[in-house]
Structures are given as structure tokens and as C-alpha cells.
């Protein structure tokens, strides 16, 4: 093997273990943040589906910019809690860590969370579950 072999070699072996250890690094930041595809659906799917059943509440789901994540507390095992906010909302997931879980599910809306917000005091809170693609209401309360 010549020693240009042998240079190319080493440096496709240093790419390999750059790329290896960038993705890595990326899946870490990625976890960190708190972001779940999954528990991020069961919130968009909420919200379209109060929406839907609760056409009042749509003035007040517009433009919304998620923010939030993992909230669940350090040391809790067997459980999940996770917590966005936007625009006046605040949307909790609670689910258990087992196949399938039944996500339980709290949106809650005050105009008091609005910086500067002057007006009519609506109060929002829709309270369900969702399971299998299914969200099912228990309680809703709209006040003004």
C-alpha cells in the first residue's frame, strides 16, 4: 500500500467519524430542546380539532408561534409532561411512558397572558384526551 493510499484512507476514516460525531451531537441538541414530533402533533391536532367544535375559539388561534418543550420534572420516571405556549395559550400534555399511552391534554387561553392587551377578559379552557388519533373533550369552559 502506498503512503497515498494510505493518506486518502485516513481521511475518509476522519470524515466518517466527523459526520458520525456532528449527527450525534445534532440528535443531543435536538433532545435537549424538548422537542417530540409526536406529542407536537397531538397539540396541532388539538387545536384544530377545539377549532372545529368550538368555532368561537378560532379569533383567538391566529398566527399562533409555538414555543416550548419538555417540562417534565428531573427524577420522575414512568411519566411525561410536556408544555407549549402562543398568542395567550397554554397547552399541557401529560402522558404515561408505555405503547400507545392515552395523552391527556389541557388548553388553556387568557387574554391576561397578551402584553399591553386592554379589553373583554376571555378565558379559555378545553380539557380531553387523545388516543389513537382520537381527541375526545371532557370539559370546555369559554367566559368573557
Given at each position: ?97 408505555v405503547p400507545n399511552p392515552e395523552y391527556s ?40
Amino acid at each position: 500500500m502506498t503512503c497515498r493510499q494510505m493518506n486518502q484512507k485516513t481521511v475518509v476514516l476522519v470524515l466518517f467519524c466527523l459526520i458520525a460525531v456532528l449527527s450525534a451531537g445534532g440528535m443531543i441538541l435536538y433532545s435537549m430542546q424538548g422537542a417530540n414530533p409526536v406529542v407536537e402533533k397531538v397539540k396541532d391536532e388539538t387545536m384544530q380539532s377545539i377549532k372545529t367544535k368550538h368555532p368561537e375559539t378560532a379569533q383567538f388561534m391566529k398566527d399562533l408561534a409555538w414555543s416550548g418543550g419538555r417540562v417534565t420534572p428531573s427524577g420522575l420516571v414512568g411519566a411525561e409532561t410536556y408544555e407549549y405556549k402562543a398568542g395567550g395559550w397554554v397547552v399541557t400534555i401529560r402522558y404515561p411512558v408505555v405503547p400507545n399511552p392515552e395523552y391527556s391534554i389541557t388548553a388553556d387561553y387568557s387574554v391576561s397572558r397578551l402584553p399591553g392587551y386592554v379589553g373583554i377578559p376571555y378565558r379559555i379552557v378545553w380539557k380531553g384526551t387523545y388516543t389513537g388519533g382520537v381527541t375526545t373533550e371532557t370539559s370546555y369552559l369559554f367566559a368573557q
